[in-house]
């Protein structure tokens, strides 16, 4: 097996890992989680079509050093050329090599000659791609508004001392969401468009050098529509009424009052982003009661339940019972997906009042449907706090009530609207 061979065998394995068995139906998101799972292992970032295109076999030269890396630790090796010696150990790849040994040996060369191939191979494992002083960047940002939508931040950054080819700041885990930077240039301004908790990067090639947590908050439910396309535009809804009968919710009538075109694919984003939730998330229940009315005649009716975390998510998708294969669910690295798993427990009538729980105790997640355990499942990714609640769906949310509570019963969160 050749060393290109070697990173794409390496890299779908990594999918298998995570539940992903048919490279053919993943989608962009799906490798946008895969990039993230290795960074968080190696802290080296890495985007998804990068990770797709290694995946697919679509590069004609190796990588670069840190993108080798990333893999290597993420199999709890510390650098590539570990892993690739860890392949060849015991196979016929050592084997060619020790009879490759025997044929040659370096003393056989001129020290002018040993001198020059010692060289190009310090200069291109050493330089190509690597990045050195990193820990000399400085990085900061503030806020030109307090919690307004969309909201412009300066990011001031000192890259003068950091060796490396390239340099980004990227807003949040959005890969188009990235502008390049230069030397002797020390402030970049950047817009916001969405509510939340954003981790912006400093990035030099494809490695996060120094990070910024960056609150968006909102203080209040806020709502608006993204196109379901690849490169999405966001749409903000305002209303001055969004309770209707006792629940929150909007009308199709207030989506022609904000001009947005109910006839095509979309998604109705509701969320609530407080300055400050004082709630662990490894340890919390959760409780709603919700149902969706469709603007759109879709095959495929879905209601995502969204938790936001300070690092990650805990999403899940319900949807019909003839559409199980559209439905997912996320808690840290776990994500389990119905093309690859039976979700049939997760899915309903979501047209239908239906009551959905979940308790989160020391990592370990429960969801129950109408008071019955549908899913469960143990992670061990650091999501530190919760910061923030989410609905969104295909069609209109309705939401009769929310509960978030601490384990110790202290109420966080209620609204019964």
């Known amino acids: 097996m050749n060393e290109q061979a070697l990173v794409k065998v390496s890299v779908i394995e990594i999918f298998n890992k995570n539940g992903y068995s048919n490279l053919s139906r993943m989608t962009q998101r799906d490798f946008d989680h895969i990039a993230e799972q290795l960074q968080q292992k190696s802290g080296i970032l890495i985007s998804g079509t990068t990770v ?12 670069q050093i840190a993108t080798l890396n990333a893999i290597a630790n993420y199999y709890d090796y510390k650098t590539w050329q570990d ?10 790849e050592k084997k060619s090599a020790e009879k490759r040994g025997k044929r040659f040996s370096i003393k056989y060369l ?21 990045v050195s002083n990193g820990e000399k960047a400085s990085f900061s940002f503030r806020k030109n508004t307090a919690n307004d939508i969309p909201n412009s931040v300066v990011f001031n950054y000192n890259i003068d001392e950091v060796q ?15 502008i390049k930077i230069y030397k002797n240039s020390y402030t970049v301004t950047d817009i916001y468009y969405e509510p939340g908790y954003h981790i912006a990067k400093l990035i030099a090639n494809d490695s996060a050098i120094k990070t910024l947590d960056v609150s968006i908050p909102t203080d209040r439910w806020f709502f608006y529509a993204i196109d379901n396309i690849a490169h999405y535009t966001t749409q903000y809804i305002k209303a001055d009424a969004f309770n209707n009968n006792g629940s929150l919710g909007l009308s199709i009538q207030q989506l022609q009052e904000n001009n947005i075109e109910a ?17 662990h998330a490894d340890n ?7 149902r969706m009315q469709q603007v759109r005649n879709s095959l495929c009716p879905y209601i995502e339940i969204e938790l936001y975390c300070q690092r990650g998510f805990m999403n899940m998708r319900c949807t019909t019972k003839g559409c199980a294969h559209e439905a997912f669910i996320i808690f840290g690295e776990q994500l389990k997906k119905g093309s690859d798993n039976d979700l049939s427990p997760i ?36 999501t530190k706090y919760l910061s923030g609640l989410g609905f969104i769906s295909n069609g209109l949310c309705e939401v009769d009530r929310v509960e978030l509570y601490g384990l110790d019963g202290k109420v966080m969160y209620k609204n019964e609207f």
Do not use: C
């Open 263 to 279: 006839g095509k694919d979309k998604r109705y984003h509701y969320v609530y982003f407080p300055g400050h939730m004082d709630i």
């Open 284 to 290: 919390f229940q959760y409780k709603t009661r919700v």
């Open 83 to 92: 892993f690739k010696a860890s392949k060849i150990e015991d196979g016929p």
């Open 347 to 382: 899915t309903f009538d979501v047209s239908q009042w239906t009551d959905i729980e979940i308790t989160v105790k020391n990592k370990v997640a429960v969801v129950k449907i109408n008071d019955k355990e549908v899913f469960s499942t143990r992670y061990a990714t650091d």
């Open 164 to 178: 490396a080819d390239s340099f980004f700041i990227q807003q949040s885990w959005d890969e188009n969401r990235r």
């Open 52 to 63: 797709k295109r290694l995946a697919q076999g679509e590069f004609a030269r190796l990588p």
């Open 110 to 130: 001129s020290i002018p000659l040993v001198i020059i191939i010692l060289g190009s191979f310090y200069f291109f494992h050493s330089t190509k791609g690597s």
